[in-house]
Structures are given as C-alpha cells and as structure tokens.
C-alpha cells in the first residue's frame, strides 16, 4: 500500500470509491449525495503542512487502485485524525495500517496528540481506533455528518504520544 497526497487527476477515481452512501454516512464532512464536484474540490485542496491527508493506493500492472484515504483535520483546536476506506477494501486491514503511517507522520511534524471519534452506529471503525491505541474519552456527544445530514452520536477518543513515540517514527 501506498501513502500518497492527492492530486487534481484523482478526482475521477476519488469519486467512485467514495460514491456509497455507506461510506459518507460515517463521515463528518463528506456530503450525501457526493458528487463529481465534491471529489474535484477536495482533489484540488490546498494541503496544510501541519495537517495533511493522503490517498491510499495499490500499486499493480494496470496503474493504482485507489483505497481510500487517511489523513489529519483539525476539529475544535486539534489534531483529527479521520480516514474511510471503498466497501471492496472492508475488513483487509487498510484503515489500521494507513493510520500507523498518518499518526507516526503527525508525532514527526510536532503533534503530541490526536484526537479521533466514529459514529456509535459504526462500530468497526472504533475497533481500528483501539488497535490504534486510541483511549475512550468516555465522552459520546452528538457529531453532525454532511452525509446525513443530520447529528448522530459519536465516541470520542484521543492518543498521547510521549518522545518514545517520535523516535520509533523516526526510526521506521
């Protein structure tokens, strides 16, 4: 698997591994129904050096197939980490293994720690969370996604990183 930023000819392929309504429900800020507009502009996004996000790809013979994407947002004044994967790549282990890149990446560029929720209703994506190491808050509160339009519960988590952390990224 590759990490990768993403690029303006990505919006094609972006917008048919996230065109699933069971993908944009889980999200916060991806609207329903998402279209080929939505994928240019987050394609031509300017990336934030303090908060980057990237596209997870396959390499193969026929060029790259696109996985989903993993990245850091900044929700109430710190560091998110957010990312969703296409339905054909569910349950392969994608969603952990880019995180681990994104989180040892935000520990190398100064963030000391990440905070992260999934929907009550989605339950998967809060196991990756805690093969992460991400820790309960104990906080569920209403979390308002683009895609459905509406406020749903959401489990909050957070991850601390201590110097340890930084120089096994380092290291890797």
């Known amino acids: 698997m590759l990490l990768r930023p993403v ?3 990505d919006a ?8 699933d309504a069971g993908i944009v429900c889980n999200l916060a800020r991806a609207p329903w129904p998402y279209g080929r507009d939505d994928a240019r502009a987050f394609a031509q996004r300017a990336q934030d050096p303090r908060f ?3 596209l997870l790809t396959l390499p193969g013979d026929a060029g790259q197939t ?14 998110e980490l957010g990312y969703w994967i296409a339905r054909e790549h ?3 282990g994608f969603a952990t293994e880019a995180a681990r890149a994104v989180i040892a990446n935000a520990w190398m560029i100064g963030h000391r720690r990440l905070v992260a929720s999934h929907y009550i209703d ?3 994506s809060g196991a990756v969370l805690r093969r ?6 104990g906080i569920t509160r209403p979390r308002f996604s683009a895609g459905r339009g509406y406020e749903a519960m959401a489990q909050e988590y957070a991850l601390e ?9 380092m290291a890797a």
């Not at 992460?132 to 808050?137: A, E, I, Q, R």
């Not at 990183?161 to 990224?169: F, G, H, K, L, T």
């Open 7 to 9: 690029w303006p000819e």
């Open 12 to 19: 094609e392929g972006l917008f048919a591994a996230i065109n």
């Open 52 to 54: 980057p996000h990237f």
């Open 66 to 79: 696109l996985v989903g994407s993993c990245g850091l947002g900044e929700c109430d004044g710190a560091a």
């Open 90 to 92: 569910w349950g392969k």
């Open 122 to 124: 989605n339950p998967a």
């Open 132 to 137: 992460l190491g991400f820790k309960p808050t």
């Open 161 to 169: 990183s201590d110097m340890a952390d930084v120089e096994r990224a």
